[in-house]
């Protein structure tokens, strides 16, 4: 469903219209080179050590972060909101998920690993990820504070209290969960690095339905974030 309609729009000759794409063509080379250059400050990061030895629950038994690389010297987490007691994921992770399978095709054979991490018991979140078709390992952290310390969880005393530390500053939250995204890197040493985390708009990234969209007219047409969007198997059109 659509917030709005095409409207009138400026129609010009083909000629006014190439050169109106050319203008755009600059920009969108001057964003590409800034891109490029945040993605190199980002790899430029200084790394943080885990001195924890996280074990969680995964669908063949206990699994500890370091199996987790399964080979590979990288590891992505993407910290999937689903509380114990719920009976669906959250609607927005499930958005970002569903562009996961297609993408660790290629990026498992470069040296990066993937899995996703819920606070949820292992077995109330099993059902759902049948149900979506997703195929990525998904392991539970109900054991352990993983999703704590890394500021995708709160307990709701510290809520009340007031401003916590997430994103990177003291705001106020009224979830007790929050989606979020972290990069670790393994030595030979067997040695666990975190290297990177995003949260909040920092995940649009990983959203490739929205590049598409950003692409049309309407743009993501939305109300609100991912006003629109459904589970993809309960889209009524």
Known sequence: MTTETPTKHNVVSQDEWISAGNALLKKEKEFTKARDAMSAARRELPWLKVETNYVFEGPDGPVSLSDLFNGSSQLIVYHFMYEPGWDEGCPGCSFVCDHVDGARQHFEHHDVAFVAVSRAPLAEFQAFSKRMGWTFRWVSSNQNNFNYDFGVSYHREDLDKGP??????????????????????????????????????????????????????????????MSWMNFHDQYKD
Do not use: C, W
Not at 174 to 193: H, R, W
Not at 195 to 212: K, Q
């Open 164 to 225: 916590v530390l997430h994103n990177f500053i003291m705001q106020k939250l009224k979830s007790e969960d929050q989606p979020g995204l972290t990069v670790f890197t393994k030595d030979a040493e067997g040695n666990i690095y975190r290297t990177y985390s995003t949260y909040e708009r920092g995940l649009d990234l990983l959203v490739g339905a929205y590049n598409f969209l950003d692409l049309t007219p309407l743009g993501r047409n939305e109300s609100g974030p």
